[in-house]
């Protein structure tokens, strides 16, 4: 009898760090839960982005890598689980055959010329940096650095994810969004000076890796994350903002 699968596991099948052995007990663990196997296809995604920015060429996906996406289709048509989540086994059947490598599904970060017109919620965090900026220029405009994610996540929904030690928190304020609650935080960021993190409910569940959008004259990095969507804003340079951004989307689970 083969060991549980661990998120120890699941992390080194990301990273390839695996025998061929292990690889296959994890890709038949993935192949009955779909939800696990939603959220590794989007961290191979991420990584996928990462190695196209470096220029490191993408290695083919194995054949049994290939046999548990089709499982994984089949498996998540029998529960029933919905339009949504057939898709994502679908996008991670289109990886698999090297449509990411041609970059013919949108996915990953992609030049802000290339991509196609980003969501509401994006024009809304462009929105929500520029109120930052004017709060933090006003002196009768109170701002608070008290963050508090779980909190925030217990009375709102809206899971944050965890900031590198060097940022510092300005301001933190809850919105009404189009569709529910969404957080605006604004961020010195060091190098990158100051950002403002978007997050907000939408009504349709996806899962979007980190892309490229110009605004105005500000440059977002958006992803999605199930019912949640976020927004890295600021006006340092594009591939800066795009590399914060996948650090900042591989925190969220």
Sequence with gaps: MSD????????????????AARRIEVEEHLARDPEAAARIMADLKDRDAL??????????????????????ERALAWRE?????????????????GWFAH????????????SPKPP?????AVHSHATSLLRA???????????????IRAETGIELPAF????????????PSRHGHSVEIAIDAGSLGRLSLFAAQVPAFDVISPTSAR??????????????????TGTASDKAIERAALRLSHTLR
Excluded: C
Aim: glycine letters at 6%; a negative charge.
């Design 215 to 232: 605004i105005e004259n500000a440059q977002a990095v958006y992803w999605q994350r199930g019912p949640l969507a976020y927004a890295l």
């Design 51 to 72: 190695r196209l920015l470096h220029g490191t060429p993408l290695p083919r996906p194995r054949e049994s890598m290939l046999a548990a996406g089709a499982r994984l």
């Design 81 to 97: 689980v919905g339009l949504k989540l057939r898709r994502i086994a679908a996008v991670a059947a289109l990886i698999g055959i």
């Design 120 to 124: 509401a919620f994006v024009e809304d």
């Design 103 to 114: 970059g013919q599904v949108g996915l990953g970060i992609t030049d802000s010329e290339a």
């Design 137 to 151: 220029r006003m002196t009768s405009q109170r701002q608070t650095t008290d963050f508090n994610a779980a909190e």
């Design 164 to 175: 590198p030690s060097d940022w510092v928190v300005r301001d933190v304020q809850v919105f």
């Design 4 to 19: 549980p699968i661990t998120e120890t596991d699941l992390l080194a099948y990301v990273d390839e760090q695996l025998d």
